[in-house]
Structure formats: structure tokens, C-alpha cells
């Protein structure tokens, strides 16, 4: 294993990866804002209220989006891995930048989209219908808190297991 080739493609498979998720986002929230009040502090959704259809229809083609980005991109990153590692891939190679990369991307959505867009910036396009002004919109606690739930941080937990996803897809393509 060459480890700054492997670092150097996992960042670079992580900026890819990060823009499919940015664009994911942004494009669903420009079609219909109300397609993540999901992941809203409560206060929000209730005085949002219930999704409207088409927070519903963009909310479910966004969700099969990020399905594909997570479980098919890792099937080209890996072949794309192997052919930059001369033919030379093993399950190690692939855990190590699945693991990079669902650690990338939990850090990018914490720290970019829920604390300096969500919480800080607040684009006039992420304010909810009837909610501008809602405190909530600044508790930056309940973005760590959904982060890392108690007593088990599942979305914590998810990190090693892509690593292994990524490590299988790995031995897969070799």
C-alpha cells in the first residue's frame, strides 16, 4: 500500500463526493425549501407543519439520490483506486478511504451546511415559511446532538462501517 497515493485519492474522491452531497442539497432545497424540515429542530417543523407534496415528492428524490451517491459511488472510486495503484488493491486500501470519506463528509455537514449555513448564515431559502426569526435556527447543540445521539452514536458507528462497504468493494474490483 503507497499511503500518499491512498491519502491523495481520498481527499480528491472526498472533494467528489462532498459536491455530489452539496448539489444533492442545494438542488432539492432550491426546488422545494420544505424538503429537509426532516432534519429541522423540532420547534421548526411544528410550526412548519406537516410536508406539502412537493416537499414530500423532492424529499424522496433526494433520498434516492444520496442512495446512489453512497452505495454507487464506491464501486468507481475503488476501480478508479486500483487502475492509480497499478492493479494493486486490497481490502485495507478501500476501508481506508471509506473511512476518510464518510468522516469528510460528516465533518463538512456539521461544520459547513448545519453551523455556517444553517446556523450562522441562514439563507432566506433554508427559513421555513412562517418560522423567520425562530431561535432555533441558531442552536448549534442540536446539530452535535444529532451527530452524536445518546447513548449510541449511530451516525458515529456508520463511519467504519462504509470503510468496510468500501473495503468489500474494494476486493470486489482488484
Same mark, same amino acid.
Given at each position: 500500500?503507497q499511503?500518499?497515493?491512498?491519502? #491523495?485519492?481520498?481527499?480528491?474522491? /472526498?472533494?467528489?463526493? =462532498?459536491?455530489?452531497?452539496?448539489?444533492?442539497?442545494? &438542488?432539492?432545497?432550491?426546488?422545494?425549501?420544505?424538503? &429537509?424540515?426532516?432534519?429541522?429542530?423540532?420547534?421548526?417543523?411544528?410550526?412548519? $407543519?406537516? %410536508?406539502?407534496?412537493?416537499? !414530500?415528492?423532492? /424529499?424522496?428524490?433526494? +433520498?434516492?439520490?444520496?442512495?446512489? =451517491?453512497?452505495?454507487? /459511488?464506491? &464501486?468507481?472510486?475503488?476501480?478508479?483506486?486500483?487502475? +492509480?495503484?497499478?492493479?494493486?488493491?486490497?481490502?485495507?486500501?478501500?476501508?481506508?478511504?471509506?473511512?476518510?470519506?464518510?468522516?469528510?463528509l @460528516?465533518?463538512?455537514?456539521?461544520?459547513?451546511?448545519?453551523?455556517?449555513?444553517?446556523?450562522?448564515?441562514?439563507? @432566506?431559502?433554508?427559513?421555513?415559511?412562517?418560522? !423567520?426569526? &425562530? +431561535?432555533?435556527? !441558531?442552536?448549534? #447543540?442540536?446539530?452535535? %446532538?444529532?451527530?452524536?445521539?445518546?447513548?449510541?452514536?449511530?451516525?458515529?458507528?456508520?463511519i467504519?462501517?462504509? $470503510?468496510?462497504?468500501?473495503?468489500?468493494?474494494?476486493l470486489?474490483? !482488484?
Amino acid at each position: 500500500m503507497q499511503w500518499a497515493e491512498l491519502f #491523495s485519492f481520498a481527499l480528491a474522491y /472526498s472533494g467528489v463526493f =462532498l459536491i455530489g452531497f452539496a448539489f444533492i442539497l442545494g &438542488m432539492g432545497v432550491l426546488v422545494s425549501p420544505g424538503a &429537509m424540515s426532516q432534519d429541522y429542530p423540532p420547534a421548526i417543523r411544528e410550526r412548519y $407543519g406537516p %410536508k406539502t407534496q412537493r416537499d !414530500r415528492m423532492v /424529499s424522496a428524490v433526494m +433520498s434516492v439520490l444520496t442512495t446512489l =451517491l453512497v452505495f454507487g /459511488s464506491p &464501486m468507481f472510486a475503488m476501480a478508479a483506486l486500483r487502475d +492509480s495503484l497499478d492493479g494493486t488493491i486490497g481490502f485495507l486500501d478501500g476501508f481506508v478511504v471509506g473511512i476518510f470519506v464518510l468522516l469528510a463528509l @460528516n465533518i463538512f455537514d456539521l461544520l459547513i451546511v448545519d453551523w455556517l449555513v444553517f446556523c450562522t448564515i441562514q439563507p @432566506n431559502r433554508l427559513v421555513l415559511p412562517g418560522t !423567520r426569526g &425562530m +431561535s432555533e435556527y !441558531r442552536d448549534y #447543540s442540536f446539530h452535535w %446532538k444529532v451527530l452524536v445521539p445518546r447513548p449510541i452514536p449511530w451516525p458515529l458507528l456508520l463511519i467504519p462501517a462504509f $470503510g468496510v462497504y468500501c473495503g468489500v468493494i474494494a476486493l470486489i474490483v !482488484r
